[in-house]
């Protein structure tokens, strides 16, 4: 993992049944940035107990399990960030994330990434300094979001985007959905040793009740079907004569809605 500035904090909070919401405090400016708001208490305690005031929320899509804490979150000051293109579907937005551009959030500058697939207007944030992206129901644990909104192309390019991230680039994603993502991956590619020895520490953590949230990109890209879509190893290996990337993708993602 890169190093974290010094002063700055990541922390990982378990929410509902499967979700995860991420904090990032900056001690030096006395910010701390929530990253989607599936649930007020377990997020209301990390504050608490580590004396942080919220200043920030940030929205990555408008479904109800990233959003629907955010009317018991949002007290005076804090501003709730979201994509303008989905304003009519998210809380009132204090603050754009338009896609391809920036923003400063916890005094990092933060870079909005348009990943539509799962919703239309998805967005991600990549924080360089940080080593961090935020993706939400895009890029996911071994796994992608299911297609609820837009097409197998359109998810493949926003993957295509995170994919191009700096190596070890740490992937905050929105869900534990990591063990049935493992089952999936290991028919696809059964002869990845890769993916064998993550799918081993895989099963460990969910054993012993550790998150297996965040991963690194270095790890996704070795291992993630979805991201191998064009690697010439992952399309032997699933028996199509189908070679376009998109299409393969297409195939993919449909096979993990049937299995
Ligand atoms: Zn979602
Ligand atoms: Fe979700």
């Not at 870079?111 to 799962?118: A, E, S």
């Given at each position: 993992?890169?190093p974290?500035p ?5 922390l990982?909070?378990?929410c ?11 001690a030096?400016?006395?910010?701390t ?18 004396g942080?005031?919220l200043?920030d ?7 109800d399990?990233?959003?629907q804490?955010?009317?018991e979150?949002?007290?005076d ?9 989905d304003?009519?579907r998210?809380?009132?937005?204090d603050?754009?994330?338009t896609p391809?551009?920036?923003v400063?959030l916890?005094?990092?500058?933060s870079h ?16 360089p300094s940080l080593?961090?992206a935020?993706?939400?129901d ?5 796994g992608?979001g ?10 493949w ?9 700096p190596d ?5 994603s929105?869900?534990?959905y ?7 991956a290991?028919?696809i590619?059964?002869?990845?040793p890769a993916l064998?020895s ?7 953590a969910v054993a012993?009740?550790?998150?297996t ?6 790890i ?6 979805f ?5 010439p ?6 028996h ?9 993708f297409?195939?993919l993602?449909h096979a993990?809605?049937?299995?």
């Amino acid at each position: 993992m890169p190093p974290m500035p010094h002063g700055l904090e990541i922390l990982t909070i378990p929410c509902l049944s499967d979700n995860y919401a991420f904090l990032i405090h900056n001690a030096a400016s006395d910010e701390t940035v929530l990253i989607d708001a599936p649930e007020a208490a377990p997020i209301q305690e990390a504050l608490k107990a580590r004396g942080w005031t919220l200043t920030d929320i940030v929205l990555t899509h408008h479904h109800d399990d990233h959003i629907q804490a955010v009317p018991e979150l949002r007290s005076d000051g804090v501003k709730v960030w979201g994509n303008p293109a989905d304003a009519q579907r998210l809380p009132p937005l204090d603050g754009h994330l338009t896609p391809d551009t920036q923003v400063t959030l916890a005094a990092h500058a933060s870079h909005i990434i348009d990943v539509p697939g799962h919703t239309v207007g998805h967005i991600a944030l990549h924080i360089p300094s940080l080593g961090a992206a935020f993706t939400a129901d895009s890029l996911m644990a071994l796994g992608c979001g299911r297609l609820f909104e837009g097409t197998p192309d359109q998810m493949w390019q926003s993957l295509q985007k995170l994919r191009a991230l700096p190596d070890e680039t740490i992937i905050y994603s929105g869900h534990e959905y990591t063990a049935a993502n493992a089952k999936f991956a290991l028919t696809i590619e059964p002869g990845n040793p890769a993916l064998i020895s993550r799918v081993q520490d895989i099963t460990r953590a969910v054993a012993a009740g550790i998150p297996t949230v965040p991963s690194s990109l270095t790890i996704e890209r070795a291992t993630n079907p979805f991201l191998r879509a064009d690697i010439p190893e992952l399309i032997q290996s699933v028996h199509i004569s189908e070679t376009d990337p998109a299409k393969v993708f297409a195939h993919l993602r449909h096979a993990k809605d049937i299995f």
